[in-house]
């Protein structure tokens, strides 16, 4: 098999099984207390996101003759202690000596785990040989026959463990390693991983089975077709709903426009109606203020227009009170303590005339006779 090197996502590097339990083994008060794990179980790790079925050769494993870390969920920040690991006649990777730190998650872990919470294990490897299995082919791995399609790390080096809180998705990412970071692996055979593979264009793939294009094209037609005609009908039905909406809105509409016009016709009228009366009001008070008779009123009141004075439709009183006042200047006069006299009158009222003289001389010049005396 031909070989070449490959980057790979650092992200792509960590892996956990299902019910694969990670916890404090039981100690009497003064022992040191013990990691039991197994971080990887040497079987198939099922559907991961980036290699699909995946076995790791642990008689390929490289494991550092210094201690090896174990943290909380791969997170450097969160440390539960190191320990050295080594492989089993089961072919599992399992700690062979730990120890714990004194950190808060390391003694929540040690606290939890005493009380019986379910925590898993993890591993963080890194392969420098990969062989990838095309469908039919097998290969011997740990003691069994390993089937294709899939991917066995024939060589690698455990990097750390992990105790995780929660179980995780095989097809997962770890959030905590870095998904822009590579590393360079070499890969014995052509190996193109599954997201690799998932990133091929429309064109590619018709290209490549045209037939295969065909039938996914003119399902995939099929079934957009049924669903826009549901879609569709739901749509018309909603639209329909809508209109019938919409004409009752604008019939309210026009009714209560209609209402509020004659509720606008009616305040205009009262108000209207306020003005005129309250003009009136001042009117005949200035009039009985000032003795005018009642047969002069009308007249004098033609001459003033009480809408000269309406501003913002308010009556200004005081101008109109004093507009009246004025125009009464041309109805009357005062002479002293004498009657009032009315403009238009054929006659003056004075005091009586008592010298006999004096009425014959107006006599006789009534008449157009000389006076001599």
């Known amino acids: 098999m031909k070989k070449e090197t490959k980057k ?13 339990l990670a916890k404090v083994e039981s100690f009497a008060e003064g022992e040191k207390k013990k990691l039991s794990m197994v971080a990887y179980s040497g079987k198939v790790i099922k559907n991961h996101w980036y290699w699909g079925d995946l076995a790791i050769d642990t008689a ?6 210094n201690n090896i870390p174990i943290l909380h969920d791969h997170n450097t920040y969160e440390k539960i202690g190191f320990g050295k690991f080594m492989v089993n006649d089961k072919h599992e990777i399992v700690p062979e000596d730990s120890t714990f730190v004194d950190t808060p998650i390391a003694n929540e872990f040690i606290k939890l785990s005493g009380q019986g919470f379910p925590y898993q294990a993890s591993i963080q490897a890194r392969p420098t040989q990969i062989l990838k299995l095309e469908d039919g082919e097998t290969c011997e791995v740990n003691g069994f026959i390993m089937k294709g399609p899939g991917t066995v790390w024939r060589k690698s080096v455990l990097k750390e463990c992990s105790v995780t809180t929660f179980g995780a998705d095989s097809n997962t990412k770890s959030v905590a390693m870095s998904e822009n970071e590579d590393v360079e692996v070499e890969v014995e055979g052509s190996f193109k991983s599954i997201k690799e593979e998932s990133s091929m264009t429309l064109d590619e793939f018709k290209a490549a089975h045209p037939d295969l294009y065909s039938q996914v094209f003119g399902a995939g037609k099929a079934e957009a077709e049924t669903a826009f005609a549901v879609i569709k009908t739901d749509l018309e039905g909603k639209i329909t709903a809508l209109s019938a909406e919409k004409q ?55 001459q003033i227009n009480h809408e000269s004075f309406v501003k913002d439709e308010q009556l200004d009183k005081v101008a109109f ?10 109805w009357v006069s005062v002479d002293g303590e004498q009657q009032v006299s009315i403009l238009g009158m054929s006659f003056v009222k004075t005091a009586p005339e008592t010298n006999a003289d004096t009425i014959v001389t107006r006599m006789l010049k009534h008449v157009g006779q000389e006076v001599k005396h």
């Not at 390929?60 to 003759?65: A, K, P, R």
């Not at 019939?251 to 009136?280: P, W, Y």
């Open 321 to 330: 009170s004093a507009a009246i006042e004025t125009e009464l200047k041309d």
């Open 8 to 20: 790979i996502s650092k992200s792509a590097l960590c892996f956990m099984e299902v019910n694969s």
């Open 60 to 65: 390929g494993v490289v494991l550092s003759e």
């Open 248 to 302: 009752a809105l604008t019939s309210l509409n026009a009714a209560t426009e209609g209402r509020l016009l004659k509720v606008e016709k009616v305040l205009a009228i009262q108000k209207e109606d306020g003005i005129k009366a309250s003009a009136e009001t001042i009117f005949a008070e200035v009039m009985a203020k000032n003795e005018i008779p009642d047969r002069l009123r009308p007249k004098i009141r033609k």
